[in-house]
């Protein structure tokens, strides 16, 4: 019997990792194993799972689809090798990631079936994302490639302007995540035909950071307020004098909440036309 795999896909902060954690809180009875792709060396999104009784496989080669090859293939092994196998697999791709290549990957696997890609979308920030020339192409990929878009970060139901910007892109009924029954994602996707095209999308400079410094919590702030212009993603956990806080940057949005946590771990991403890793380094330590 085969087993379904469904790819988790949408640009950076769009809010994977809180669908997925979503998906394993609903009661469908399904065993599942998560692998979980993240740019850089280390793996925030691991971290991120909620549920620790959970199967999951952090990846951290940085871009699936750039290079796909041996990590997945080693990691999917690894799972269908374990008993119980999994029910269904899923699969969170890198936000950076081109979703079509890991479907096509997975096709050629006769131990596994493809039970399509779900895009998610930042519905808060996805008029900037068009409005850039650099991004739109990558971001607009991701959509076309869905066999079902939803969108996040949306309090209320979507205006008819986003829906018909989704829908001119191929979306299919773009649904507002908080509208759908997340159990639909295992059961009743039905996949498009899967076509070979990609579309290049631009280099991007990433950066990692691993201490136990305590940083003043007043000082955090103005650090924040005062990063790089091109840095458009990070993601980690900050030990400061008010305690830890898990930290999440989406463009221009910053949100901090209290966690619990022993060390500061962040990674940053942004495109290399924009910003350097020397850039993010020289922000970080205070140069």
């Known amino acids: 019997m085969r087993i379904p795999v469904t790819i988790i896909?949408?640009?950076?902060?769009?809010?994977k990792t809180t669908l997925i954690n979503s998906l394993l809180g609903e009661d469908h009875g399904l065993r599942l194993s998560v692998l979980i792709n993240d740019f850089g060396s280390i793996n925030i999104d691991a971290a991120l799972?909620?549920?620790e009784s959970v199967d999951s496989v952090a990846l951290t080669n940085g871009c699936v689809c750039c290079s796909l090859g041996d990590d997945l293939a080693v990691s999917v092994n690894d799972v269908l090798s374990r008993t119980p196998q999994p029910d269904h697999i899923l699969i969170e791709a890198s936000?950076?990631?081109e979703p079509v290549t890991i479907a096509n990957a997975l096709l050629s696997d006769s131990r596994l079936s493809y039970a399509g890609i779900v895009t998610v979308v930042d519905g808060s920030n996805f008029a900037a994302l068009m409005d850039d020339p650099l991004l739109k192409p990558q971001v607009s990929q991701q959509i076309r490639?869905?066999?079902?878009?939803?969108?996040?970060k949306q309090d209320e139901a979507p205006n008819d302007a986003l829906v018909a910007e989704l829908s001119a892109l191929g979306a299919r009924t773009p649904t507002r995540t908080a509208d759908i029954e997340l159990s639909r994602l295992l059961f009743d996707i039905t996949p498009l035909p899967r076509g070979k095209s990609l579309v290049s999308h631009p280099g991007y400079v990433s950066w990692q950071h691993r201490s136990t410094e305590i940083i003043d919590r007043r000082a955090l702030g103005d650090k924040l307020a005062e990063r790089p212009e091109g840095l458009y993603r990070m993601k980690g956990f900050v030990l400061t004098s008010g305690g830890a806080y898990e930290l999440h940057i989406v463009g221009r949005h910053v949100e901090a909440r209290r966690c619990d946590a022993e060390e500061t771990v962040l990674v940053a991403l942004g495109p290399a036309q924009r910003v350097s890793h020397a850039q993010i380094e020289a922000w970080w330590a205070g140069r």
């Open 95 to 97: 936000g950076i990631a």
């Open 9 to 15: 896909s949408g640009y950076l902060g769009a809010g």
């Open 145 to 152: 490639a869905a066999d079902l878009v939803l969108i996040s």
């Open 49 to 51: 799972i909620a549920d």
